[in-house]
T-cell receptor, first 113, second 110 residues
Framework: DSGVTQTPKHLITATGQRVTLRCSPRSGDLSVYWYQQSLDQGLQFLIQYYNGEERAKGNILERFSAQQFPDLHSELNLSSLELGDSALYFC????????????FGSGTRLTVV | GENVEQHPSTLSVQEGDSAVIKCTYSDSASNYFPWYKQELGKGPQLIIDIRSNVGEKKDQRIAVTLNKTAKHFSLHITETQPEDSAVYFCAAYSGYALNFGKGTSLLVTP
C-alpha cells in the first residue's frame, strides 16, 4: 500500500456521460498530480494542485476538470466522455514539489463504451 | 515544454545479464531525474533518482548515470532476476511536474 488511495478501481460508462475519480494523498503530502496513462501515449500529466490551489496544467482537455478540497483529497471530473478517454488515470502525491519524488496510487481504469 | 525520449521500448534479457535503458531530455533547466517501475495492475513506484549535481548513483543492483552536457541519463540493472520484469519509466522535472518517457517493457527470462 503506497498510502495514496484512488477510488473507484474500475469504472465502465457510456459515451457522453460524466464521471468523478477520487484521490486521497499520502498523509502529510500537500501536492496532488493527475496523470492519464494510455498504451500509445504513456503517462501524460494533466494537472497539479498544491494545498487546495491549482499550480500547473498539462495536457488536460477542457471537458476535464479537477479540484482539491480542504482535507487535501482531490477529484478529477471527466465529462462528455468519448471512447478515446478510456485509459488508466493515476493520482500521485508529494510533500512539496515534484523534486521530492511522487508516490502513485494504484489508478482508476476507465472504460468508455 | 520538456520532452523525454526513452529507448528501447521493449527489452528481453536472460536472468543474470545486465539491462540498460536510456533516456534523453530537451529542457536544459531540468534538474531531477527519477526512475519508476510499474508492475502489472499497479501504479508506478520510485526505484531510484538522481539530481543534476550528481553524475552517478547506485543502490544495490541498480544504478543511474546522468550526462548533463548531452542531456541523457540511463538506468543500469545488473544481475537481473525474473522479478525485475516490469515496465520502467524515466522522468525529468522541469519546474512544475514530472514529464515521463513512454516506458520500457523489460522481460527477464529464467
Amino acid at each position: 500500500d503506497s498510502g495514496v488511495t484512488q477510488t473507484p478501481k474500475h469504472l465502465i460508462t457510456a459515451t457522453g456521460q460524466r464521471v468523478t475519480l477520487r484521490c486521497s494523498p499520502r498523509s502529510g503530502d500537500l501536492s496532488v498530480y493527475w496523470y492519464q496513462q494510455s498504451l500509445d501515449q504513456g503517462l501524460q500529466f494533466l494537472i497539479q494542485y498544491y494545498n487546495g490551489e491549482e499550480r500547473a496544467k498539462g495536457n488536460i482537455l477542457e471537458r476535464f476538470s479537477a479540484q482539491q478540497f480542504p482535507d487535501l483529497h482531490s477529484e478529477l471530473n471527466l465529462s462528455s466522455l468519448e471512447l478515446g478517454d478510456s485509459a488508466l488515470y493515476f493520482c500521485a502525491s508529494s510533500g512539496g514539489t515534484a523534486q521530492t519524488g511522487y508516490t502513485f496510487g494504484s489508478g482508476t481504469r476507465l472504460t468508455v463504451v | 515544454g520538456e520532452n523525454v525520449e526513452q529507448h528501447p521500448s521493449t527489452l528481453s534479457v536472460q536472468e543474470g545479464d545486465s539491462a540498460v535503458i536510456k533516456c534523453t531530455y530537451s529542457d536544459s533547466a531540468s534538474n531531477y531525474f527519477p526512475w519508476y517501475k510499474q508492475e502489472l495492475g499497479k501504479g508506478p513506484q520510485l526505484i531510484i533518482d538522481i539530481r543534476s549535481n550528481v553524475g552517478e548513483k547506485k543502490d544495490q543492483r541498480i544504478a543511474v548515470t546522468l550526462n548533463k552536457t548531452a542531456k541523457h541519463f540511463s538506468l543500469h540493472i545488473t544481475e537481473t532476476q525474473p522479478e525485475d520484469s516490469a515496465v520502467y519509466f524515466c522522468a525529468a522535472y522541469s519546474g512544475y511536474a514530472l514529464n515521463f518517457g513512454k516506458g520500457t517493457s523489460l522481460l527477464v527470462t529464467p
